[in-house]
């Protein structure tokens, strides 16, 4: 069982930064897709960034473009979310999941694993 690991979460004012990890021990996921997701409360789970294998492409929601950078250090088996002017509305549990099978994709049923979120708030 593939399991992923988030850290770097916590409570930070509008305009400060974080960075978000997602380790695991599973050497395979050096070759699937990594994305973030993030569910604010009573709201759905939405996509807030992709990477694939190698890093060459990555994808973002509008709202967080040239604010949020994704990356991945394969030799580590960590994606990393790095997180700039952070917003209230950024505020959410941030998640980890890899798409074992296809490729890029900003639709939560295409990934088949998970970890089991970060807490991010945003003051204002």
């Known amino acids: 069982q593939v399991r992923l690991v988030e850290s770097g979460g916590g409570l930070v004012q509008a305009g400060g930064s974080l960075r978000l990890s997602c380790t695991t021990s599973?050497?395979?996921?050096?070759?699937?897709?990594m994305g973030w997701f993030r569910q604010a409360p009573g709201k759905e789970r939405e996509f807030v960034s992709g990477?694939?294998?190698?890093?060459?492409?990555?994808d973002y929601r509008d709202s967080v473009k040239g604010r949020f950078t994704i990356s991945r250090d394969d030799t580590e088996n960590t994606v990393y979310l790095q997180m700039y002017g952070l917003k209230p509305e950024d505020t959410a549990v941030y998640y980890c999941a890899a798409n074992s099978i296809g490729g890029a994709s900003q639709h939560a049923r295409d990934y088949d694993y998970w970890g089991h979120g970060t807490q991010v708030t945003v003051s204002s």
């Open positions: 599973e050497r395979t996921v050096s070759t699937w897709y």
């Open positions: 990477i694939n294998w190698g890093g060459t492409f990555t």
